[in-house]
């Protein structure tokens, strides 16, 4: 063996041990213990190459100790955010006790029935497709062809009105609730300007990371590329857990994982580019930074090494969980996103595992949360098969699912209880379930697909009686698994399907209870989401409180979708009804009035909750931005369609 042979190998071991033991050698002596299998071979000790590995391998693992520090930051803040969201519940607790215990409520609401049956009774038999209820005139809905989308955010018909909270904070309140205007060319949907902030606070913090005490020096480029390396594993337990279905991030911040869906993805981005930093710097110091005496034979040998081979799969396998993710892909080919999702993730870490130890712990943390979720809470806990009722409605393109079961209500209150209840147990308005038909064949059995629960939640609370649950979900048909279950519908109006959930958050109804005013606002099928929250406000929740929905229907065939009846019953519980006429036939409705009329006229808090397609949640937040701008108690929910 050569000098030059001997160094190189030297160099090598002595850099690949430095990283495998996170442990620095220091004196020749360690250094000769590496080479136990022929002693007699000389040990080079060159004193400027030693000082050059010394200190890059220093600031290697200089960065696992700091990166180490990056999961507490994210721990601190997410306590911070826990602290607001538990002064936030005991502020709307608070409002909830003025609001709905007063004695004289209950039975106020209990003759308003009887006082408007003819009314309602005559609303339901009329052929107008409109119900204005009891709305005041200033808030009476406009119909024309005007896109309510382009209309200016401020116009000079809205009264003055009583300012709550000074200039400065109500201009920040609504600068961080505005949403802007989708991005031009790529037609990108933007989120609310807090959301982005918080976003870029998150990359603002994951860029501290990869570069606090990072020498920068070209000689030293193979710690950048280690760093971005190590970027990407710190972050792998908080992709997995922002994704799982059964969030314990939901009793802390309030918001279930539909909610935190954008982070995720957001994650998942930054982790994506930092596992193409990795692959590109590895590469690029390979090829041209790295002194020649600590390469060790030429490319080919270095790119099929196995180290090398495991590291690429795992990058090419998060990159395509990147691509199929995508919202275009995911539009087209659902199904195989969701097959795709689950055999990449897995394939995906068991390349990181084998590539190098640093990784071993993240990979099980992320293992434990994807199997924890996956098998013991969702196919375990909360999985049931029932037999439903499948009809196609009025409109031929939605599908009405139905089925029903008696609940069992145990008595008094355990901490298991939330951790065993399926759906079986009842449910909570505005919640959904994953759907699973098997008998529609191989490839159906194992996907799962999300549904709102368009009827009104069953009562749940210990100590009542037995009750009986009708869930009823409302499914648009589009390609694969719904256009299979709507040919499935017309042969057999029974069907096993495999239910998964309930999933969703409290908070919206929890927000609208302690609202003076509560205003829902529906787009479309976004009725599956608004009508069980204004039952629920009218029936298990009485209070001194005002209640308005506005349904926005693209055309006469959707009003199929809530059966006329329930719409009257809402009426005489109280609700100030709207359904708009038919977009297609008259265009939109000024959505962007409606709201800014009715947060001026109305005294005291004013809750929002819309659900619809992203151009109606755009005007309808930024209407409220505005409101909230000119000095109206205005607090708001967006559901907003898709994962």
Not at 120 to 131: C, G, H, I
Not at 383 to 408: C, H, K, P, Q, Y
Not at 410 to 438: C, E, N, T, Y
Request: glycine residues 6%; charged residues 20%; aromatic residues 10%.
């Amino acid at each position: 063996m050569s000098v030059d042979q001997v160094r190189t190998e030297w160099a090598l071991e002595f850099f690949r041990e430095g990283l495998r033991t996170s442990h620095l050698p220091l004196v020749p002596g360690e250094v000769s213990a590496l080479f136990d299998d022929n002693p007699v071979r000389e040990i080079p000790t060159d004193p400027e190459r030693l000082e050059y590995l010394r200190k890059l391998i220093t600031s290697i693992l200089d960065g696992r100790t700091i990166i180490f520090t990056y999961n507490i930051a994210l721990l601190l803040f997410l306590a911070l955010f826990a602290l607001f969201h538990l002064g936030e519940t005991v502020s709307e607790r608070s409002k909830c006790r003025i609001l709905e215990h007063d004695p004289g409520v209950a039975s106020e609401r209990c003759r308003k029935p009887a006082d408007d049956s003819e009314a309602a009774n005559e609303a339901v038999s009329s052929s107008s497709s409109t119900l204005e209820g009891s709305l005041p005139s200033q808030t009476t809905l406009k119909f024309d062809d005007t896109d309510v989308e382009r209309l200016p955010l401020l116009e000079n018909r809205r009264q003055e009105q009583r300012a709550s909270g000074n200039r400065l904070t109500r201009n920040l309140a609504s600068f961080l609730m505005y949403q802007p205007q989708p991005i031009p060319l790529i037609n990108r949907t933007l989120p609310s300007n807090w959301t982005s902030i918080f976003i870029f606070a998150f990359l603002g913090l994951n860029a501290f990371y990869h570069f606090y005490q990072l020498p920068l020096e070209s000689k030293y480029f193979f710690a950048f590329a280690d760093r971005a390396g190590l970027m990407f594993i710190v972050n792998l337990p908080l992709l997995y857990l922002l994704a799982a279905k059964n969030q314990p991030l939901k009793l802390l911040t309030g918001c279930s994982y539909e909610a935190l869906n954008i982070y995720h993805r957001r994650v998942g981005e930054l982790m994506c580019f930092e596992a193409l930093v990795h692959l590109i710097s590895m590469l690029h110091w390979r090829l041209f930074l790295s002194p020649d005496w600590l390469k060790g034979g030429n490319f080919r040998d270095y790119i099929t090494h196995p180290l090398i081979l495991l590291g690429i799969g795992a990058f090419v396998s998060y990159e395509l969980l990147y691509f199929t993710s995508l919202g275009s892909f995911r539009a087209r080919w659902y199904e195989f996103f969701l097959a795709s999702h689950v055999v990449l993730q897995i394939a995906a870490l068991v390349f990181l595992w084998l590539h190098f130890s640093t990784s071993h712990p993240y990979v099980a943390a992320s293992l434990v949360i994807f199997f924890v979720d996956r098998l013991v809470c969702r196919l375990w806990m909360k999985s049931v098969n029932v037999t439903a009722d499948i009809t196609a409605l009025e409109d031929g393109r939605t599908l009405l699912l139905s089925t029903d079961w008696d609940i069992f209500t145990p008595k008094g209150r355990s901490w298991l209880r939330p951790l065993r209840q399926s759906i079986r147990h009842g449910w909570h308005p505005a919640d959904h379930v994953f759907i699973s038909v098997p008998s529609l064949g191989r490839g159906h059995s194992l996907q799962a697909h999300p549904f709102t629960i368009a009827s009104a939640a069953p009562s749940v609370e210990p100590g009542d009686s037995p009750t009986h649950a009708w869930l009823s979900l409302l499914i648009r048909v589009q390609s694969g698994f719904t256009s299979s279950l709507q040919d499935c519908a017309r042969s057999n109006p029974k069907i096993a399907v495999r239910l998964d959930g309930p999933y969703g958050s409290r908070d919206p109804l929890n927000m609208l209870r302690s609202c003076d005013n509560a205003v829902l606002i529906a787009g479309g099928s976004g009725i599956a989401v608004v009508f069980p929250l204004a039952w629920d406000l009218v029936t298990s929740h009485l209070g001194k409180r005002k209640v308005h929905v506005l349904w926005v229907t693209h055309s006469r065939a959707q009003r199929s979708w809530i059966p006329e009846e329930r719409i009257a019953e809402l009426r005489k519980l109280g609700v100030r009804v709207s359904i708009s006429e038919p977009t297609i036939e008259a265009g939109r409705p000024d959505i962007h009035g409606y709201i800014l009329d009715l947060a001026a006229a109305r005294d005291g808090r004013v809750g929002f909750v819309i659900s619809g397609p992203d151009g109606l949640n755009r005007t309808a937040r930024n209407a409220c931005a505005e409101a909230v701008r000119s000095g109206a108690d205005v607090r708001l929910r967006v559901e907003k369609f898709g994962w």
